[in-house]
């Protein structure tokens, strides 16, 4: 059974960082494109970031460029975002998604390309 769970989130200043975490299960080696996605209370969910199964490409979210690094650990079938200056228009809950692209190094940041979804972790960021 492929399962999601994200960690990571929590409370911190502008300007802080926090790294989320995305732990895979059920995954096959070499598995699928990875995505992180956010929801702010009346907004909807947005792409912030994506890496491909292959791990070579990259994709963000403009207003993310330059503060934000998606990693991918296949050995530990682990994702990470790194957020670092952080502002108060971040604070959302955080997803992680995944599915199987028939390209390797392709991946995206529409929430319909994803079939399988973490529960969320909520990172707020006071000014």
């Known amino acids: 059974q492929k399962q999601l769970v994200e960690s990571g989130g929590g409370l911190v200043q502008s300007g802080g960082s926090l790294r989320l975490a995305c732990a895979a299960s059920?995954?096959?080696?070499?598995?699928?494109?990875i995505g992180w996605f956010r929801q702010a209370p009346g907004k909807e969910r947005e792409g912030v970031s994506c890496?491909?199964?292959?791990?070579?490409?990259?994709n963000y979210e403009d207003s993310v460029l330059g503060r934000f690094t998606i990693s991918r650990d296949d050995a530990k079938k682990m994702v990470y975002l790194q957020m670092n200056s952080l502002k108060p228009e971040d604070t959302a809950v955080y997803y992680c998604?995944?599915?199987?692209?028939?390209?390797?190094?392709?991946?995206?940041?529409?929430?319909?390309?994803?079939?399988?979804w973490g529960q969320g972790t909520q990172v707020t960021v006071s000014s």
């Open positions: 998604a995944a599915d199987e692209f028939r390209d390797p190094w392709r991946c995206a940041l529409q929430s319909g390309d994803y079939g399988y």
């Open positions: 059920g995954f096959s080696p070499g598995y699928d494109a």
């Open positions: 890496i491909s199964s292959s791990g070579t490409r990259l």
